[in-house]
Nanobody, 128 residues
Framework: QVQLVESGGGLVQSGGSLRLSCAVS????????IGWFRQTPGKEREGVACISNNDGSTYSSDSVRGRFSISRNNAKNTVYLQMNGLKPEDTAVYFC?????????????????????WGQGTQVTVSS
């Protein structure tokens, strides 16, 4: 019954912005770190950004740092990924995932193998 549902993907021009949402149910969001990942056919899943269970820390990949921002609203059971300055190379299916880790996050939390629960993904396409 643990479920994560992504939304907010779409088609956007290069340089534009999107905000992705990850709505969670079946567990208390405050007990899980949440990561955002993206995947293109033929490539390994790439960690994008993650946030601690208590909103005390975040970590993002070098490729998106300064453009993407992750945040959470525990009252709304939702985690967000604000994406600004989008580039064509950001085109991918974006997934959110939950990990029972508690405390601050680091680069280790951009590895997909550690996450136990996954959403279905939402498509982001950036045109030029």
């Amino acid at each position: 019954q643990v479920q994560l549902v992504e939304s907010g993907g779409g088609l956007v021009q290069s340089g534009g912005s999107l905000r992705l949402s990850c709505a969670v149910s079946g567990y208390r969001l405050e007990n899980y770190a949440i990561g955002w990942f993206r995947q293109t056919p033929g490539k390994e899943r790439e960690g994008v950004a993650c946030i601690s269970n208590n909103d005390g820390s975040t970590y993002s990949s070098d490729s998106v740092r300064g453009r993407f921002s992750i945040s959470r609203n525990n009252a709304k059971n939702t985690v967000y990924l604000q994406m600004n300055g989008l580039k064509p190379e950001d085109t991918a299916v974006y997934f959110c995932a939950a990990d029972s880790h508690k405390g601050m996050v680091s680069a280790a939390h951009l590895r997909s193998a550690r996450y136990e629960y996954w959403g279905q993904g939402t498509q982001v396409t950036v045109s030029s």
